[in-house]
């Protein structure tokens, strides 16, 4: 178990794309002997589209994107309510959804997504994501090792997602601007008291980079100095942690 939760640790280090994100998880996910597994992080904004990696077929993912179908789903929905892991099921409190959500899972069902257990992300950055195991039938098997190792699905899930967070995402919306996912970690590392050169040791980069970096946010942000814009991102961290 160690020695797969560490390649996992690994592999999110070196992913660069959302294919190498699905490499990891899906060599992690085989390693535990679980099917099929997908990661959904809700937008910021309704109208935009979330974020999907999945091992799910490519043709329920696309029809569940094109339906909206993040809207109504009741396993997000649950997962909005809840930090804690849960299972579920198609046979699972039929009474309670409505007949799209119905529709919804009736739908997976025909994909081989029958039963599954989804980890909540609630992490106080941004929208809530979930990432799910899923399988086409109910097991003795599955259910006994989600249950029993479900702290250690959320240890994965967490990682998978702040990971994903942070390379990934394209902008960051900090003290009412936008900055580039390179500028806001070159500027979290000078507030830490990291010089450009031990920066750019760091994140691999060169240090005339890391300050090509730390200027764009200056100048984005209106400030003069490093440290004004450091002290400026401690503010906003604490107002998230309030």
């Given at each position: ?24 998880m899906?060599?992690?996910a ?72 119905q ?64 390379k ?41 980079t ?33």
């Open positions: 178990m160690h020695r797969i939760f560490q390649n996992f640790i690994d592999l999110l280090a070196s992913a660069d794309s959302a294919v190498d994100f699905a490499q990891a899906t060599v992690a085989t390693g535990l002997e679980l099917s099929c597994f997908a990661y959904l992080a809700l937008p910021s904004e309704v109208q935009s589209k979330p974020r999907l990696i999945s091992t799910y077929p490519e043709k329920w993912t696309s029809h569940y994107l094109r339906s909206r179908y993040e809207l109504v789903d009741p396993v997000i929905i649950q997962a909005l309510q809840t930090a804690e892991p849960f299972q579920w099921g198609i046979d699972i409190q039929p009474n309670r959804r409505s007949a799209v959500q529709q919804l899972l009736d739908e997976a069902a025909e994909f081989g997504i029958r039963v599954g257990f989804t980890v909540p992300i609630h992490d106080g950055h941004g929208p809530v994501a979930a990432l799910t195991f899923a399988a086409a039938k109910h097991s003795h098997a599955f259910e006994i090792f989600t249950h029993t190792q479900s702290r250690l699905l959320q240890l994965m899930a967490m990682y998978f997602h702040a990971h994903v967070r942070r990934l995402t394209s902008e960051h919306r900090f003290a009412g601007v936008l900055l580039s996912p390179r500028e806001l970690e070159c500027l979290e590392w000078a507030s830490q008291g990291k010089s450009a050169w031990e920066i750019g040791c760091i994140l691999g980069i060169s240090r005339n890391v300050a090509y970096y730390l200027e764009n946010a200056k100048e984005k942000l209106g400030v003069r100095t490093v440290v004004q814009a450091a002290t400026l991102l401690a503010a906003a961290s604490k107002r998230k942690q309030n």
